[in-house]
């Protein structure tokens, strides 16, 4: 497929890492060192932003929210599919500032520079299956039949990184604060990270954690400090707020 990405920052170039191999990709982006760079490092076709002719093309809007409207203000023509990455941006909004034939959201991770995003869309059934094809060449995929369960999506899967950034970085400096070397706990995250992928998408959580904890042990004290710091309402709220961020 033919697929004009938009823009030049973190998310374009996880898409462009993950479909180049598959699809036939043009990044069009206001920054030309950029542009110039990505031609050579992904061997891709760049253009110019301003006054892009988009008539009958699928684009990727990879640019910032609040972006859209400057970004799209100058391009020409009737697209023909335009998926969209914008998070928070309704299908509604994105059709007031550029034209198509058919509009789908989707919402990756940054682990689509791995190809192991975790991504949802949703909007015009007619384009579901091409859409899905070319988020898969990012990792997993998820239809979902509304926004409002693409929104809260985005809090789970697209913030999703941030947030277990934070329980990484939180488990790092807990074991330095007992006398661990930084180096000796980042290397412990990092591999207690990669161990948990295979368990959670095998087993329940709450299996998970049946199967480590044994009475009156160290995993039973951890895990009680947690809930007395309120840290499963912690995570509860976070959803809620990044969802209601959407709104
Ligand atoms: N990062 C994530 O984990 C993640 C996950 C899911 C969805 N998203 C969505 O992906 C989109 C891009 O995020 P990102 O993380 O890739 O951000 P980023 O690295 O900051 O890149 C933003 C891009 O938007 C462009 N841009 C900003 N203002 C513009 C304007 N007025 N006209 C034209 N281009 C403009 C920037 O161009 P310049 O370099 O020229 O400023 C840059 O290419 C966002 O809508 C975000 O909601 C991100």
Redesign the pocket.
């Known amino acids: 497929m033919e697929l004009v990405i ?9 898409i462009i890492e993950g479909a180049r191999k598959l699809h036939d990709i043009t990044v069009i ?3 030309e060192d ?1 542009l110039k760079e990505m031609a050579k490092k992904y061997k891709v076709k760049t253009a110019a ?1 301003k006054s892009f002719n988009i008539h009958g093309k699928n684009l990727i ?7 859209l409207k ?2 799209t203000s100058t391009l020409m023509g009737r697209a023909n599919l335009i998926l969209s ?5 309704k299908i509604a909004t994105i059709k007031q500032n550029i034209k198509a034939n058919h509009y789908i959201r989707v ?4 682990a689509a520079t791995f190809k192991k995003s975790m991504t949802t869309l949703c909007g015009d059934e007619a384009y579901k299956d091409e859409a899905i094809e070319i988020c898969k060449s990012l990792g997993k995929t998820l239809w979902v039949g509304s926004e409002k369960e693409l929104d809260i999506a ?1 809090a789970v899967a ?2 999703g ?2 947030f277990l950034a934070l329980v990484a970085e939180a488990l790092s400096d807990g074991a330095v604060k007992e006398g661990l070397k930084r180096e000796d706990a980042n290397l412990l995250v990092k591999g207690l990270f990669e161990g948990f992928a295979p368990l959670i998408k095998n087993e329940h959580p709450a299996l998970i954690k049946d199967g480590v904890m044994s009475p009156g042990g160290t995993t039973a004290a951890g895990y009680s400090a947690l809930e007395e710091y309120g840290v499963r309402n912690g995570f509860i709220k976070a959803i809620t707020k990044a969802y209601e961020r959407t709104l």
């Open positions: 938009v823009g030049s920052g973190k998310m374009a170039r996880a982006a206001r920054d950029a932003l809007l990879c640019m910032k929210p609040y972006a400057d970004a990455v914008l998070a928070g941006t919402m990756p991770n940054l985005t697209g913030s990184p941030a």
